[in-house]
């Protein structure tokens, strides 16, 4: 499972010895950086047990240990806005 731009994870112990604490991460992005077959870079967020953002970091992972609480939200289809109404533009007079 490739992680997403807004995926939350559990990041454990399996994903990399450094997490002996487990943590909870919003993606904000998985970086293009060199690394070993089936490594990652992730860029994110750590998150509190309310879900709120409090510290950012870019953490390097094992991708088979990953385990996805919420995956990020279906991007919304694009509306076609309608065409604008021409701004009337004459001279003021002024004075």
Same mark, same amino acid.
């Given at each position: ?7 939350v994870?559990?990041? !454990? ?10 943590? !909870? ?9 060199? !690394? ?17 953002a ?5 953490i ?18 694009? !509306?076609?806005r ?14």
């Amino acid at each position: 499972m490739l992680p997403r731009s807004g995926d939350v994870l559990h990041v !454990t112990r399996a994903a990399s010895v450094q997490f002996l604490r487990p943590i !909870t991460f919003r993606v904000i992005r998985v970086l293009d950086w060199p !690394t070993y077959d089936g490594w990652l870079w992730l860029d994110g967020y750590e998150l509190n047990a309310a879900g709120d953002a409090v510290s950012r970091r870019s953490i390097f992972v094992q991708e088979a240990g990953l385990e996805q609480l919420r995956a990020a939200p279906v991007p919304r289809p694009h !509306t076609v806005r309608q065409q604008r109404r021409p701004v009337n533009r004459s001279p003021v007079a002024v004075g």
